[in-house]
């Protein structure tokens, strides 16, 4: 059971996912790693982020409010308002909020999250 999270570590795992997820979509990335990987990582970086966020928050609470998320945000795209569809439009916007619906992305964000759930198992393992 985890008493709290180490802050610094979180942030550097927040960042290296970002790194990781940027680089994915690079020119060099096969198309296979540009098509499946950022959705995965985007999952795998609100799971840091709500770790960081809630350092004393149990490995399965953060994971349950990691899908939640991902999922509201991905559900979200079903709304094609203007105003919303204009922060789409920006590079953040779209990065954050993504353009369409996909149920393959409900899948990716389950498996992010889980190798998130699990790489935190290790972590915890590790420390003790």
């Known amino acids: 059971m985890i008493t709290s999270r180490n802050r610094t570590l979180y942030f550097f795992l927040i960042i290296s996912t970002i790194a990781i997820g940027?680089?994915?979509?690079g020119s060099f990335s096969p198309d296979f790693i540009k098509d499946?990987?950022?959705d995965?990582?985007?999952a795998l970086m609100i799971?840091?982020?709500?770790?960081?966020?809630?350092p004393k928050a149990s490995?399965?609470?953060?994971?349950?409010i990691?899908?939640?998320?991902?999922?509201?945000?991905?559900?979200?795209?079903l709304y094609q308002a203007d105003w919303i569809n204009?922060?789409?439009r920006t590079?953040?916007?779209?990065?954050?909020?993504?353009?369409?619906?996909?149920?393959?992305?409900?899948?990716?964000?389950?498996v992010g999250v889980l190798v998130g759930l699990s790489l935190e198992y290790k972590l915890q393992k590790k420390a003790r």
């Open 22 to 25: 940027l680089a994915s979509r």
């Open 36 to 38: 499946y990987a950022g």
């Open 40 to 42: 995965p990582l985007y």
């Open 47 to 54: 799971y840091w982020i709500i770790g960081f966020l809630f």
């Open 59 to 64: 490995a399965l609470k953060v994971a349950l």
């Open 66 to 77: 990691s899908l939640i998320t991902c999922y509201a945000i991905e559900l979200s795209q």
């Open 86 to 88: 204009e922060i789409r």
């Open 91 to 110: 590079r953040l916007g779209g990065l954050v909020l993504g353009y369409g619906f996909l149920w393959s992305d409900i899948i990716s964000y389950t």
